[in-house]
């Protein structure tokens, strides 16, 4: 990209946060808190989208850390962060978890919630025998997971679909063989993990990020329907720990802790359950 064309679409980018905090501000309705609250994290997220355009320049796309490290990423996502996915530090409570279900194998890994694939292509990486099948309802994170498929040259093994139902679950398991659910669907976690309704899911291990920020309670909810078939864990979202790159140490403390800052508007935890005989 030449300079002339990045500048334009920085300048692009500062008129249009410029708009949206005067749109803001100028609204009816809403405290002066209320107000001042909203424009930070406005301001928080438009300081990292510059962070990782920076990060983008200096270190290039690919994965820095974490168990996808090496993986060849895109310059933004469909949704959320970018820099702690380019960091490699993006959900880094979950890191070991993850990084137990590449040891243990699988034959298919199942990413309901895709997005632009960071754990479906992930995982393909690190289970070369694996299918991985991505499943998001949004055709803009469907193009986004193929494009870093292709990148990754893993896209023969990485299956994209859209909506994922709950009858998909007893399919899965009488497929057999060994099969991890990694689920991520912004509070819609309710109605899909029903083991009551979906008796499939029971020999299935599962990740879920759970949105108790949207659902309360729905930690609870989804641990005791588990508890007898599963061995559950539950990781609560901390913050991200990452080692930055040598360029982030002339960077102040407020954009070192942006980097590395994941948009959360409040507690999101991971349910991890595995069945009786993967978790022996």
């Not at 405290?31 to 200096?58: D, F």
């Not at 299935?204 to 990020?209: F, G, Q, W």
């Not at 007898?228 to 140490?249: C, D, N, R």
Request: glycine share 10%; net charge negative.
């Amino acid at each position: 990209m030449s300079d002339g064309s990045r500048d334009g679409r920085a300048q692009d980018l500062h008129a249009r946060v410029l708009e949206q905090l005067q749109r803001g501000l100028a609204a009816p309705g809403g405290t002066p808190a209320q107000k001042l609250q909203h424009t930070l994290r406005l301001l928080a997220k438009y300081r990292s989208v510059l962070i990782s355009n920076t990060l983008v320049q200096q270190a290039g796309k690919s994965v820095q850390g974490g168990p996808f490290k090496g993986m060849e990423f895109l310059g933004s996502v469909t949704e959320g962060c970018t820099a702690p996915k380019l960091l490699g530090c993006y959900e880094s409570e979950l890191q070991p978890h993850i990084k137990g279900a590449i040891r243990r194998g699988y034959d298919r890994v199942v990413n309901i919630g895709s997005a632009e694939g960071y754990y479906a292509v992930g995982m393909a990486l690190r289970l070369p025998e694996a299918e991985v099948r991505a499943y998001d309802i949004d055709e803009k994170a469907q193009a986004a997971c193929r494009k870093l498929a292709e990148r990754n040259g893993v896209s023969a093994r990485v299956k994209i679909g859209g909506e994922f139902r709950g009858e998909d679950f007893d399919a899965l398991a009488e497929e057999g063989g060994r099969n991890l659910v990694l689920c991520d669907i912004e509070g819609a976690e309710r109605d899909l993990l029903d083991p009551d309704r979906f008796p499939g899911l029971k020999s299935l291990d599962i990740v879920v990020e759970l949105h108790d920020v949207i659902d309360r309670g729905i930690s609870r909810t989804v641990v005791e329907r588990f508890a007898e078939s599963h061995e559950v864990v539950v990781v609560p979202h901390g913050l991200p720990k990452a080692e930055l790159p040598l360029f982030f140490q002339g960077i102040d403390n407020l954009d070192r802790l942006i980097a590395v800052w994941e948009w959360r508007s409040g507690p999101t935890p991971w349910a991890v359950m595995l069945t009786r005989a993967a978790a022996d």
